[in-house]
């Protein structure tokens, strides 16, 4: 509705009425001017009309909409389906063009406008979340592994001669298997125990550079979000080494977004030293749909490198779901969500620690992870790896998803290369424990059910082994008691 069809509107209904909805159509309008003119995420959240309103048109912007449309190409957006159709908003094209997932699409020009506005859009959240200095990012719709790898394979062209990658280690698949995908050997450096806290090992980093040649480096790949009793790599240090030594920085922010201390490292190693990049997950950070991400930089020239690798179109829906997000939550949504999240971790720490207490274990010291929190598992572990293991099984048929029981001593090989006390990052970590994590929209009726059950499963896991039989049936005939 236009304004000459406001005017035509009023030959048929009160003039009043029509005017009063022109201000209500208005009011939409401003939010939507507000957002194309400051490319920044809103203070205060949009309704879901709003929302809506807004994509429906970007979508009569793309060609495969428009009422009077011929296509005879054999990419035309067509869609077989209505409620595939209603799922994307009418948005088929995707994002990108052939060479370049940021360029500007000639039949698709909503698409291309929703892509443009939701980099910037995230851009803001980047800066307000603590890394003051990023200039540039892009939202690519792959998951944080493949992500990395699509930096590794830009950064092949800067370095021809490169070999290897240095890479502190965290005990994730995906992250291995990033640099091996690739192209890449990993040079994997085993952390350094101090206390109860896994640390990234300087002397033996600055060692293997000295030992391999820097020359022959893609990169430093380090890491920030990670399972306790690992605790985010020590990136200023890293940063320092990789400017010292002119080797580039690729830093693996998963889920690091929704922790203030995360993104302080981050901007602080690009203040003191060398950051090319840094990736984050979409759905461990903005509750959407698993496969996207956030690739970010402090140089746009090299971050737009890294968009340009991405070979063809991409699909827009990490797009969309995001910028759905944002816009509903506004920027004060989002901080709230951290702020609880945040809070919560406390919470969670304080019952971990209280039911540890009970049953004769502790809550591990890792002060230095902002997110992740281990409980040892001593006492289960004098019964035998099985009870260790049997106490993850029990946790999670009673539906308490997210919490990792990391038993001691087990290998696992990963694309040729065998990790010993696979999952806990180390080698040979003193104890078997137990993760849980306060991540964003954890709440406190989670906290709450989880420790419940917890608790539930290690008494019963205590009667088994002194020989009485559990709601499982089983029996461990051994007594600590």
Request: with cysteine.
């Amino acid at each position: 509705m236009n304004i000459q069809n406001f005017s035509l509107s009023e030959k048929l209904v009160s003039s009043s009425y029509v005017r009063q909805g022109l201000q209500a159509r208005r009011g939409h309008e401003q939010l939507v001017r507000v957002l194309l003119q400051q490319g920044k995420c809103p203070e205060e959240g949009w309704s879901e009309s709003t929302v809506e309103l807004f994509l429906n048109e970007l979508a009569v912007m793309d060609s495969n909409n428009f009422l009077g449309n011929c296509g005879v190409g054999e990419r035309e957006g067509r869609v077989a389906s209505g409620l595939v159709a209603k799922r994307h908003y009418r948005l088929i094209h995707g994002i990108g063009r052939s060479g370049d997932i940021a360029a500007v699409q000639p039949k698709a020009a909503g698409s291309s406008l929703l892509n443009k506005i939701t980099n910037s859009v995230v851009l803001d959240v980047l800066k307000f979340t603590g890394v003051r200095s990023v200039s540039s990012c892009f939202v690519v719709p792959m998951a944080t592994g493949m992500s990395l790898t699509l930096c590794f394979l830009t950064l092949r062209h800067r370095r021809p001669g490169a070999r290897f990658i240095l890479w502190p280690r965290i005990d994730q698949k995906s992250c291995f298997k990033s640099m091996l995908t690739a192209g890449f050997e990993p040079v994997v450096i085993e952390n350094v125990l101090e206390g109860d806290e896994l640390r990234t090992n300087l002397e033996e980093v600055e060692r293997k550079i000295e030992e391999l040649g820097a020359e022959n480096f893609l990169c430093v790949h380090s890491t920030t979000s990670c399972f306790a009793p690992r605790v985010p790599d020590r990136l200023e240090e890293l940063a320092v080494l990789c400017a010292k030594h002119d080797i580039p920085h690729i830093v693996n922010n998963a889920y690091g977004m929704q922790s203030s201390k995360c993104m302080h490292l981050i901007q602080q190693g690009a203040r003191v030293g060398r950051i090319d990049a840094f990736v984050q997950s979409l759905d461990k950070n903005f509750m959407v749909p698993v496969g996207g991400a956030i690739i970010a930089g402090f140089d746009e020239n090299f971050i737009k490198e890294i968009s340009k690798m991405y070979p063809g179109r991409a699909s827009a829906s990490p797009s969309l779901d995001v910028l759905i997000t944002l816009l509903t939550l506004g920027a004060n949504g989002y901080k709230k969500l951290l702020a609880e999240r945040k809070e919560l971790y406390g919470h969670l720490a304080q019952e971990l620690s209280a039911l540890a207490e009970r049953h004769g274990e502790r809550l591990l010291h890792t002060p230095h992870n902002p997110i992740s929190l281990a409980m040892s598992l001593n006492r289960l572990q004098t019964h035998g790896t099985a009870a260790v293991t049997q106490l993850g099984s029990m946790l999670f048929t009673r539906q308490v998803s997210g919490a990792r029981v990391v038993p001691l001593g087990v290998e696992q090989t990963v694309s040729g290369h065998t990790f010993r006390g696979f999952m806990s990052h180390a080698d040979a970590y003193p104890c078997p424990y137990l993760n849980a994590a306060s991540a964003i929209g954890i709440t406190r009726d989670d906290i709450t059910l989880c420790i419940k059950r917890l608790d539930k499963c290690l008494k019963s896991l205590s009667k088994e082994a002194c020989g009485e039989k559990s709601e499982s049936g089983s029996v461990f005939w051994l007594c600590t008691n």
